[in-house]
């Protein structure tokens, strides 16, 4: 595997961060690339959930290898840390290709993207993480490449101006995005397949768990994965942070086995809560709830208040808040749902006594 660029792959600092809670981002994880290259699944069998998918690419792979032909274009999305960067990698070895990863704002210049592009061999993949983020310019060199396996390059100025038509080996873009949405319509019709990888189920997690841990040779038992599974916001990078942060608590006060009270005892230290939540996710509940009366309010307004950019309430906070229903999207900004203000043990406004 060639990581042409750290930006935004490994190392997904964006944005300001939270100084509060420094463990559970994903976004605001400082990645020890060791540790998360070390625990990546390879295969489909060690990528764990995200069935339908496997159960799709493992088709296309299948049709590809008999036809002798590289893989269509695949965009991913959803939430950081799903496993967009894993599975790119598995179809990768599955192929028994090269990958080759770099990130939209590491491409800033035409020639970083031609560069990149004249470098790959045939068959190869180019990952490109959050292409949503990619410059107009580049896109435009893009087309070309997905679709006819060329460079258009322009020489000379103005009316003698020719273009240069220069092949590129076939190989096969697989683009990752936590925003789709975001993407241009040109660019997202020229990806054969389109898939939105889904949060995790408890069980999904706690396999994720108990792989991290053997891999780790750290001890766990069955109840203890599942309580740590519980409150990793169904995101497996997630889990395999808090894995790690409990087996330390675990060392230092208990010398051994993980097992489901010292999860708890460890993930209620760290203020994570039972759904997984952490201090910003209830500071941004309390602040609709407190300062807006459950909403509906803007996300700018909620990003100020809170000291946060917008991209990581968007990115981050909301899409696992809204997916467990205690916040919801309306037209008007975000509101508290019923069950948000269940979980801050609130009373709805329903329930509260008017005294006037
Ligand atoms: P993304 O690219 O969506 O932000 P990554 O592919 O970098 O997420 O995954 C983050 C971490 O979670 C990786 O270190 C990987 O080990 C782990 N992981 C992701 N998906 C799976 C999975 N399906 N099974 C096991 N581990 C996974």
Redesign the pocket.
Known sequence: MTILSDNG??N?NKGSQSKKNPIIK?ENIEYDKTF??S???KTFE?????SALKETLKITIEAAKLREKPLDHML?Y???????????GVIAANMGVDIKITSAPALERPRDIIGILMSLKGGEILFI?EIHRLNKVAEEILYPAMEDFTLDMTTGKSQTAKTLRVPLPKFTLIG?TTKAGELSGPLRDRFGIIHR?EF?TTE?LA??IE??AEILDIKITKDGAIAIAKRSRG???I??RLIKRVSDFALVKYNGTIDENIANESLDMLKIDEFGLDTTDRALLSLIIDKYDGGPVGIETIAAALSEDVRTIEDVCEPYLLQAGLLQRTPRGRKVSPEGYRHLGQKLPSEQTKLF
Do not use: H
Not at 46 to 50: P, V
């Open positions: 792959v490994f997904n994903p998360e290259n625990i990546r699944p060690s990528y764990i959930g995200q991913f959803g939430p950081p840390g799903l496993g967009k960067t894993t599975i790119a993480d990752a990888l995790y999904e396999k994720v792989r991290t995101t497996p990078r889990a395999n």
